[in-house]
């Protein structure tokens, strides 16, 4: 029995590094899944936070963060800096990108792991379990050495008594009852065994079927049954390791937010599936595809392939020709392609897959339905954007902007009636951070600063004694905002101004993106006595039943028509045609880009009521603008004369 239980210690012995290994398994798999928790449930709020500088909530979530099992240390590297925790000496890291709702890469975020928290959390697992095992053991030795010694005595006893009564004529009967017993009891107790085997297999496979499980939720997206992100960069780094050629193809399904936002999440679920499908069967076994995260997808294409990555994205491009049917709806997709290759356009990972992102922005931005190789042009281009746009915010905070006015006069008489307000920025020029600002979303904090600047040099004037109407122009962005017209009215309040001050000059491509709303915001200015012309009239969509809807006070002829009016009988023609749809709908007109003379008589003569243009006077600061009638160029003066086109309005 001792031996028994000696060799009962010495298995435990052999089974404590089997053990610790299991226990080690457990809690690098604790990690595992802490990362992964990290990525799904800590990411999103950080970038919420990052995005709206809120530092204190950000701390808040790194100081969670460090909650998880063994996560010892947390730190956020971009637009705010924060450390939590204290980096261990022997850390496992992770890195993750901190992505705002444009898009715009916020920072990072480094998580480190404690491998010695880690180690120690095995060995004290190992620990508890053998003082446990011990103490069974010993506890289980003492119970069967009890049962021995209780079944042999009892035995022994019962076989001494038999013996005792033992006769000839009951040899063979005797034997047969006591060993049919002995035998019960040996049935009974390898039956219980054979029964517990049983449970313990079924057990076994159980458990192994729920590991199966695991691994494949860890390893499939479960909504379209591909590969998720954690898995295909598994295989990226392996192929990184492998040293040999391979591209990343990022896509991007084009037009599936309005799917997902007009017939909701349920199709657009749906609509996922049946473009996964239908994605698996383009590409073919030539790439391992795998989501990436909401519309997005990524191919690895191993160049051993015989298709190269060209077919293998014209396939792309071209299969999503065909409709879908989901829900009884017919719905059409395209898909944007970026492409970057290993080692040419990027050594690591990270860089391939940011790179093939890149590139497929820029195939949208030429157009969607196309794919794209990365190019280091186009990536600079795109860096010295961030970096303009950095500017550009830096600028907003500082005042670095400025206007100028350029004045309006009536065409009879010449006499200055308003002027319109014209941003500036001295590191860019208007065609280039305007639409940079409308598309980051700045327009809207800038777009009320030109208007609160533009009515307190209103205010200047009029204490002047010069009744001047101040004219803004007015972005999209601006004009679909519910709170626009409150927001212009306080502002106006603010200024002591009446409203017939301020002339907010729009274009009908704005207009356009959201009609209705866009209509009514107007109606609300109109409403409260501000003008409104409409800009650029003329170049965009220009159609009789929109100029019907718009309450408008003015039409502004853009100065692509007034160009040539004094050398082209067919632009002259176009003009005068413009100026009699005005006078049909009882509006102003004013003329743009008036250069020369011949212009200004030309505009006098066709009804034209205001002039605008380098002829009469070019953009100035407000201190250097006259309120005189413009005085007569000298000879020569023309279009051609220099620095007339100069400026940009």
């Given at each position: 029995?001792?031996?028994?239980?000696?060799?009962?210690?010495?298995?435990?012995?052999?089974?404590?590094?089997?053990?610790?290994?299991?226990?080690?398994?457990?809690?690098?798999?604790?990690?595992?899944?802490?990362?992964?928790?990290?990525?799904?449930?800590?990411?999103?709020?950080?970038?919420?936070?990052?995005?709206?500088?809120?530092?204190?909530?950000?701390?808040?979530?790194?100081?969670?963060?460090?909650?998880?099992?063994?996560?010892?240390?947390?730190?956020?590297?971009?637009?705010?800096?924060?450390?939590?925790?204290?980096?261990?000496?022997?850390?496992?890291?992770?890195?993750?990108?901190?992505?705002?709702?444009?898009?715009?890469?916020?920072?990072?975020?480094?998580?480190?792991?404690?491998?010695?928290?880690?180690?120690?959390?095995?060995?004290?697992?190992v620990r508890d379990a053998f003082w446990t095992l011990s103490l069974?053991?010993?506890?289980?030795?003492?119970?069967?050495?009890?049962?021995?010694?209780?079944?042999?005595?009892?035995?022994?006893?019962?076989?001494?008594?038999?013996?005792?009564?033992?006769?000839?004529?009951?040899?063979?009967?005797?034997?047969?009852?006591?060993?049919?017993?002995?035998?019960?009891?040996?049935?009974?107790?390898?039956?219980?065994?054979?029964?517990?085997?049983?449970?313990?297999?079924?057990?076994?496979?159980?458990?192994?079927?729920?590991?199966?499980?695991?691994?494949?939720?860890?390893?499939?997206?479960?909504?379209?049954?591909?590969?998720?992100?954690?898995?295909?960069?598994?295989?990226?780094?392996?192929?990184?390791?492998?040293?040999?050629?391979?591209?990343?193809?990022?896509?991007?399904?084009?037009?599936?937010?309005?799917?997902?936002?007009?017939?909701?999440?349920?199709?657009?679920?749906?609509?996922?599936?049946?473009?996964?499908?239908?994605?698996?069967?383009?590409?073919?076994?030539?790439?391992?595809?795998?989501?990436?995260?909401?519309?997005?997808?990524?191919?690895?294409?191993?160049?051993?392939?015989?298709?190269?990555?060209?077919?293998?994205?014209?396939?792309?491009?071209?299969?999503?020709?065909?409709?879908?049917?989901?829900?009884?709806?017919?719905?059409?997709?395209?898909?944007?392609?970026?492409?970057?290759?290993?080692?040419?356009?990027?050594?690591?990972?990270?860089?391939?897959?940011?790179?093939?992102?890149?590139?497929?922005?820029?195939?949208?931005?030429?157009?969607?339905?196309?794919?794209?190789?990365?190019?280091?042009?186009?990536?600079?281009?795109?860096?010295?954007?961030?970096?303009?746009?950095?500017?550009?915010?830096?600028?907003?905070?500082?005042?670095?902007?400025?206007?100028?006015?350029?004045?309006?006069?009536?065409?009879?008489?010449?006499?200055?009636?308003?002027?319109?307000?014209?941003?500036?920025?001295?590191?860019?020029?208007?065609?280039?951070?305007?639409?940079?600002?409308?598309?980051?979303?700045?327009?809207?904090?800038?777009?009320?600063?030109?208007?609160?600047?533009?009515?307190?040099?209103?205010?200047?004037?009029?204490?002047?004694?010069?009744?001047?109407?101040?004219?803004?122009?007015?972005?999209?962005?601006?004009?679909?905002?519910?709170?626009?017209?409150?927001?212009?009215?306080?502002?106006?309040?603010?200024?002591?101004?009446?409203?017939?001050?301020?002339?907010?000059?729009?274009?009908?491509?704005?207009?356009?993106?959201d009609w209705q709303g866009s209509i009514a915001n107007i109606q609300?200015?109109?409403?409260?006595?501000?003008?409104?012309?409409?800009?650029?009239?003329?170049?965009?969509?220009?159609?009789?039943?929109?100029?019907?809807?718009?309450?408008?006070?003015?039409?502004?002829?853009?100065?692509?028509?007034?160009?040539?009016?004094?050398?082209?009988?067919?632009?002259?023609?176009?003009?005068?045609?413009?100026?009699?749809?005005?006078?049909?709908?009882?509006?102003?007109?004013?003329?743009?880009?008036?250069?020369?003379?011949?212009?200004?008589?030309?505009?006098?003569?066709?009804?034209?009521?205001?002039?605008?243009?380098?002829?009469?006077?070019?953009?100035?600061?407000?201190?250097?603008?006259?309120?005189?009638?413009?005085?007569?160029?000298?000879?020569?003066?023309?279009?051609?004369?220099?620095?007339?086109?100069?400026?940009?309005?």
């Amino acid at each position: 029995m001792l031996s028994t239980l000696g060799l009962s210690f010495a298995m435990m012995l052999l089974l404590i590094p089997i053990q610790y290994l299991m226990d080690k398994s457990v809690a690098s798999e604790q990690v595992s899944q802490a990362a992964q928790q990290v990525e799904q449930g800590y990411l999103p709020a950080l970038n919420a936070a990052i995005w709206n500088f809120d530092e204190e909530r950000a701390r808040l979530n790194l100081e969670n963060l460090i909650q998880q099992p063994f996560a010892a240390y947390a730190a956020i590297q971009g637009d705010l800096s924060l450390a939590v925790g204290t980096p261990p000496k022997s850390p496992l890291a992770y890195r993750y990108d901190l992505v705002g709702q444009d898009n715009r890469r916020l920072g990072q975020l480094d998580v480190a792991f404690d491998q010695d928290a880690v180690s120690q959390y095995a060995w004290d697992r190992v620990r508890d379990a053998f003082w446990t095992l011990s103490l069974y053991t010993l506890i289980l030795s003492g119970l069967m050495l009890w049962l021995v010694q209780y079944t042999v005595t009892r035995r022994l006893l019962r076989l001494s008594r038999f013996a005792q009564g033992l006769r000839l004529d009951n040899l063979e009967e005797a034997p047969t009852l006591y060993f049919k017993q002995s035998q019960d009891e040996l049935d009974h107790l390898t039956k219980h065994l054979l029964d517990m085997r049983a449970q313990l297999v079924t057990d076994r496979n159980e458990l192994k079927r729920f590991e199966n499980e695991l691994a494949r939720r860890a390893n499939e997206d479960q909504l379209t049954g591909l590969p998720n992100r954690f898995s295909f960069l598994e295989t990226l780094y392996r192929h990184l390791d492998l040293k040999r050629e391979f591209a990343v193809m990022f896509l991007d399904l084009d037009g599936f937010k309005r799917v997902n936002d007009g017939l909701g999440h349920s199709v657009g679920d749906e609509l996922l599936k049946e473009t996964a499908q239908r994605l698996k069967e383009l590409v073919g076994d030539c790439a391992l595809l795998a989501r990436y995260g909401g519309d997005e997808f990524v191919l690895l294409v191993d160049q051993s392939c015989t298709d190269h990555n060209t077919h293998i994205a014209d396939r792309l491009t071209r299969g999503f020709a065909r409709p879908f049917h989901v829900a009884g709806n017919v719905l059409y997709l395209s898909v944007s392609v970026g492409i970057a290759r290993y080692p040419q356009d990027a050594g690591n990972g990270e860089e391939l897959i940011q790179r093939a992102d890149v590139a497929m922005y820029q195939a949208k931005n030429l157009g969607r339905s196309r794919y794209l190789f990365f190019d280091q042009c186009l990536y600079e281009n795109m860096l010295g954007k961030l970096e303009l746009e950095e500017k550009l915010r830096h600028s907003l905070e500082h005042g670095e902007f400025s206007l100028v006015y350029q004045p309006i006069y009536q065409a009879n008489g010449q006499r200055m009636v308003s002027a319109e307000a014209l941003l500036r920025w001295p590191h860019a020029t208007p065609d280039v951070f305007i639409p940079l600002a409308e598309e980051t979303g700045l327009i809207l904090p800038l777009g009320l600063w030109v208007l609160e600047q533009a009515l307190a040099q209103a205010k200047a004037w009029r204490d002047q004694g010069h009744d001047i109407v101040v004219s803004v122009n007015v972005s999209h962005s601006q004009l679909h905002q519910q709170q626009f017209a409150d927001k212009v009215r306080e502002l106006i309040q603010a200024s002591e101004l009446p409203s017939s001050s301020l002339q907010l000059e729009i274009t009908e491509t704005a207009l356009l993106e959201d009609w209705q709303g866009s209509i009514a915001n107007i109606q609300l200015l109109r409403d409260m006595g501000v003008r409104i012309a409409l800009d650029d009239f003329g170049t965009g969509y220009s159609s009789l039943s929109h100029l019907q809807q718009m309450p408008l006070d003015c039409l502004k002829i853009d100065k692509s028509f007034m160009a040539r009016v004094h050398e082209s009988e067919r632009d002259k023609a176009l003009v005068e045609a413009l100026v009699s749809l005005a006078r049909a709908l009882s509006l102003k007109v004013v003329a743009e880009g008036v250069e020369v003379e011949e212009q200004v008589r030309i505009a006098k003569a066709l009804g034209i009521h205001y002039l605008q243009g380098f002829y009469l006077a070019r953009p100035k600061k407000a201190e250097e603008l006259s309120f005189n009638p413009p005085s007569e160029p000298g000879p020569g003066a023309s279009a051609s004369a220099p620095d007339v086109r100069s400026g940009t309005q």
